[in-house]
């Protein structure tokens, strides 16, 4: 099985392997959930999860499935590219965060 992003955490029976290549997993359903609970205070902590995803398929797959990492990284151009274009509603959310924790 290919792991290029998962949208579930990789399991032993997957990818035995894994979690011993990878020390940083992560997942998109991760970020959902992590999203949902509010968790992220501000885009580039949502960022750095997305970026996890590219650099953890480049750890796994580079020399197994050369094809896949190339992928992970337009998975990180798409979030850069959505970051940027709504920047604005991006940044009043992250304001109403900041209030919300003082």
Request: proline share 6%; net charge negative.
């Amino acid at each position: 099985m290919c792991h290029f992003f998962s949208l579930k955490p990789v399991s032993k029976k997957e990818a035995p392997d894994y979690l011993d290549i990878v020390k940083h997993p992560m997942d998109l359903s991760t970020i959902r959930d992590k999203v949902r609970r509010m968790e992220y205070k501000d885009r580039e902590e949502f960022r750095h999860d997305v970026c996890q995803i590219a650099i953890n398929a480049h750890i796994y797959n580079d020399g197994r499935n050369p094809g896949i990492p190339p992928l992970a990284d337009q998975l990180l151009e798409l979030c850069d590219y959505l970051l940027h274009e709504n920047r604005r509603n991006l940044s009043e959310a992250e304001a109403g965060i900041g209030s919300r924790n003082i």
